[in-house]
């Protein structure tokens, strides 16, 4: 079977958030592009972050960039939480300089880490809807509000 490769939006939109959420502030999200492929071979992968060498940026005169690849099959499958921390663990690869290079696991990426990571971004997050969600409790207490102000004014006006 060969392997097919597809554009994954939703996955951008969420390493993009990550990015962002987590402070990762080394790494340029205009520089990230994900895809999700189907048909491979592997038995244990779930993703994999490709690199545009150092050779290749000089040829081509570009920045570096990189590639996150998620395996449809298997990341698909995973629940929400799990495919942040597949995400989080394929950022952690990305080097503070952000040369083109990686940062291999040993010292760098370990299961604590990854879930020390989910766990401030989950919190980030729910912080964030608890805010999005009050904003707009207080915007819908507003409208409520001054709707019944109104109604009343019309019915003053009747009368």
């Given at each position: 079977?060969?392997?097919?490769?597809?554009t994954?939006?939703?996955v951008k939109r969420l390493v993009d958030k990550m990015v962002a959420d987590l402070h990762f502030t080394h790494i340029n999200p205009d520089c990230v592009?994900?895809?999700r492929s189907e048909g491979s071979k592997s038995r244990r992968t779930v993703a994999r972050i490709h690199s545009l060498e150092k050779l290749w940026q000089k040829a081509l005169k570009t920045a570096p960039r990189y590639?996150?690849?998620v395996i449809g099959e298997r990341y698909?499958?995973?629940?929400?939480a799990n495919q942040e921390k597949v995400l989080i663990h394929e950022l952690l690869h990305i080097p503070k300089g952000f040369s083109g290079g990686f940062k291999p696991h040993k010292g760098y990426i370990d299961e604590k880490t990854i879930?020390?990571?989910h766990h401030?971004?989950?919190r980030q997050r729910t912080s964030a809807e608890r805010s999005s969600t009050a904003g707009i409790q207080s915007l819908t207490r507003g409208l409520s509000l001054r709707l019944k102000h109104a109604s009343k004014s019309e019915n003053l006006k009747k009368h």
């Open positions: 079977m060969v392997i097919r490769y597809y994954a939006p939703d592009y994900c895809f590639l996150i690849e698909d499958k995973l629940s929400q879930n020390r990571l401030l971004y989950t």
